[in-house]
């Protein structure tokens, strides 16, 4: 079955780290999409990319930052210039017929 | 996008419809409402779509008034597995931001 993997599931970082979150795709969708999720919040956008090797920033891109060398993968990169990155990360593909979007089932990220 | 209003919680009991109103007054003419849920740390799941004719799938219906203002999603026979958080969005198709607000979260009860 197609989807979106979001790998790990749960992950730690310390404080000054940074971290990578992997976001891999088998829908044949170009545009894909970074959101973050705090507690009782909606989602709000980080990074996207409609094609290989172009990205752009979304509401919340400090502190973050992207590649998008091949179509299937987006990775994420926390950085230690994201000062509160403890929240729940959701990866969304975007299929360019219906314009429907697909999640993985998101990354929660804690820093301790 | 335009802006949409749902209301924070509601209950339905088990077997019954459950209707989430939203609205979106200031929708403009080329904006489609579109419906995700999100179960409890998941991602959300798209529902369902429509611009002004009313729309169903399996998994549910949408009702969108004739001025297009607001719009209701129903669950014809809800069950646990329905309890979720329920966002409705509208935007136009392609644009590339889906401004979730903090939706209906729906209860079913047994």
């Known amino acids: 079955d197609g989807g979106i993997t979001q790998s790990p599931k749960y992950l730690f970082r310390k404080e000054g780290q940074n971290v990578t979150l992997s976001c891999e795709q088998n829908?044949?969708?170009?545009?894909m999409y970074w959101y973050r999720q705090d507690p009782g919040q909606g989602l709000r956008l980080i990074y996207y990319?409609?094609?290989?090797?172009?990205?752009q920033k979304g509401d919340i891109a400090e502190g973050y930052s992207v590649s998008r060398e091949k179509k299937e993968s987006f990775p994420l990169t926390v950085t230690s210039a994201q000062k509160n990155p403890t929240a729940f990360y959701l990866c969304a593909s975007r299929d360019r017929v219906n314009y429907g979007y697909t999640f993985g089932s998101g990354t929660r990220l804690t820093v301790v | 996008d335009a802006k949409t209003t749902q209301p924070p919680s509601m209950d339905c009991a088990e077997g019954r419809a459950a209707n989430l109103p939203c609205n979106h007054s200031?929708?403009?003419?080329?904006?489609?409402v579109y419906w995700y849920r999100q179960i409890h740390s998941q991602g959300p799941q798209y529902i369902i779509h429509?611009?002004?004719n009313n729309e169903t799938n399996e998994m549910a219906s949408l009702i969108i008034t004739e001025d297009r203002k607001s719009s209701t999603l129903i669950l014809p026979h809800a069950t646990l597995r329905d309890t979720a958080v329920y966002y409705c969005?509208?935007?136009?198709?392609?644009?590339?931001?889906?401004?979730f607000g903090t939706g209906t979260r729906l209860t079913v009860i047994p």
């Open positions: 200031t929708i403009s003419g080329n904006e489609y």
């Open positions: 429509g611009l002004k």
């Open positions: 990319s409609q094609i290989v090797n172009d990205f």
């Open positions: 969005i509208v935007r136009v198709p392609g644009a590339n931001n889906l401004f």
């Open positions: 829908l044949n969708h170009d545009a």
